[in-house]
Structure formats: structure tokens, C-alpha cells
T-cell receptor, first 115, second 114 residues
């Protein structure tokens, strides 16, 4: 149980393109979803926390107009990287949690490369 | 001092060895502790989680929490080459309303040699 699916797993695109990443909880309803970014050989950096039906809460230094998050249902959250540039190239990982003080379950990540 | 300290390794052991992975923390509000395993180019996979001091066992894995010393451990018995991965500790306070965030260690890279 507790499977989180993230799609796509790999994106290569030109600078200026907008990229949408989907995160789905497959076998549970996720009251809260999280988006992380991970640089090589480093730990996860929280970008934003998203609750179903409300606006995402962004961490300090994360541009909300750059990284658009939509959590339209209890099983789906999307992250859109708008007008992506090479510095946005990274490994983006989502997680989902069933309720308060429940463990986060992670997707397999999306490797984004902006040329 | 960082909130969570974890030795990044790398740690290399022979197959069958007992592995001990550790994290220390400074925030006494942390009440909820997790261990994740992350293979290269994959998302973290939840291995163990616990709210209380003491030991919790699941197969070859044992999670140990000592809140008085602010120290947590993950033991892997009979280690296998397939256990080769980066192990992340994570922790948070317990709160109402789901506002708590996980604080991660940097991860320990483990290699189990056949």
C-alpha cells in the first residue's frame, strides 16, 4: 500500500518551456502533498506544502509564480515549472501523506533537464 | 549546529554484516522519526517510522530511538548487496493541523559488497 506515482520520470526541454509534473496517490487519499527538489549528493529541499483545495504554502526563497502548484483533488497534485531555464534543472520529488502525523510516501522523482 | 546531523559516509561493508546507521538531533520537539532508503535516481522509500523511544523491528531492520540522548539508529542485519543505497533519517514534531515539516539528515551512502 501507500503508492505514490510521479510522472514523467524524465524531461528534457528547451529553455523557456513550461513543464508540468504530476503526482498521484494511487491507493490512498492524500490530505497533504509536498514538493521537494534534490541536488546531486544532497538531501531533499522542501519547496512547498499543498493541501487539497487550498493554496500551496511555499518555503522561503521559492518563487510561487515560477513553481505553480495545484492540488485539485485528494489524489492529485501538479507542479508546473514555468518558463524553465537551465538553473531549474534538478531532480523534483513529490510526497503524499494520508493525514496529520502520518509518514510521507514519495514518488520516484522527475529528472528535469533544461537545455 | 544543524537540527539533524547524519554522517554521509560512504560506508562499505561485506555481505552479511550488521550495519548501524545513526542520526543525532538538537530539537527536543521532534517526536516522530523515520528512516528512508533512496536508490540512485529514485525517490525515498519509507522503511520504518516510530513515535516513541525504544526499539521497533521489521524483518532485518531495527529502528532505535533514544530521546534522552537525541539519538536515533537504524540497524540492518544480514546485509545484502540490494541494501546498497543512501539512507536518510527524517524527523518532525507532532502537531495539529498537519503543519509539521520533515527535517532530513544528509543521508548515509551504504555499499554492501558481495
Amino acid at each position: 500500500g501507500a503508492v505514490v506515482s510521479q510522472h514523467p520520470s524524465r524531461v528534457i526541454c528547451k529553455s523557456g518551456t513550461s513543464v508540468k509534473i504530476e503526482c498521484r496517490s494511487l491507493d490512498f487519499q492524500a490530505t497533504t502533498m509536498f514538493w521537494y527538489r534534490q541536488f546531486p549528493k544532497q538531501s531533499l529541499m522542501l519547496m512547498a506544502t499543498s493541501n487539497e483545495g487550498s493554496k500551496a504554502t511555499y518555503e522561503q526563497g521559492v518563487e510561487k509564480d515560477k513553481f505553480l502548484i495545484n492540488h485539485a483533488s485528494l489524489t492529485l497534485s501538479t507542479l508546473t515549472v514555468t518558463s524553465a531555464h537551465p538553473e531549474d534543472s534538478s531532480f523534483y520529488i513529490c510526497s503524499a501523506r494520508q493525514g496529520d502525523n502520518q509518514p510521507q510516501h514519495f514518488g520516484d522523482g522527475t529528472r528535469l533537464s533544461i537545455l | 549546529q544543524k537540527e539533524v546531523e547524519q554522517d554521509p559516509g560512504p560506508l562499505s561493508v561485506p555481505e552479511g554484516a550488521i550495519v548501524s546507521l545513526n542520526c543525532t538531533y538538537s530539537n527536543s520537539a521532534f517526536q516522530y522519526f523515520m528512516w528512508y532508503r533512496q536508490y540512485s535516481r529514485k525517490g525515498p522509500e519509507l522503511l520504518m517510522y516510530t513515535y516513541s523511544s525504544g526499539n521497533k523491528e521489521d524483518g532485518r531492520f531495527t529502528a532505535q530511538v533514544d530521546k534522552s540522548s537525541k539519538y536515533i539508529s537504524l540497524f540492518i542485519r544480514d546485509s545484502q548487496p540490494s541494501d546498497s543505497a543512501t539512507y536518510l533519517c527524517a524527523m518532525s514534531p507532532l502537531t495539529q493541523g498537519g503543519s509539521e515539516k520533515l527535517v532530513f539528515g544528509k543521508g548515509t551512502k551504504l555499499t554492501v559488497n558481495p
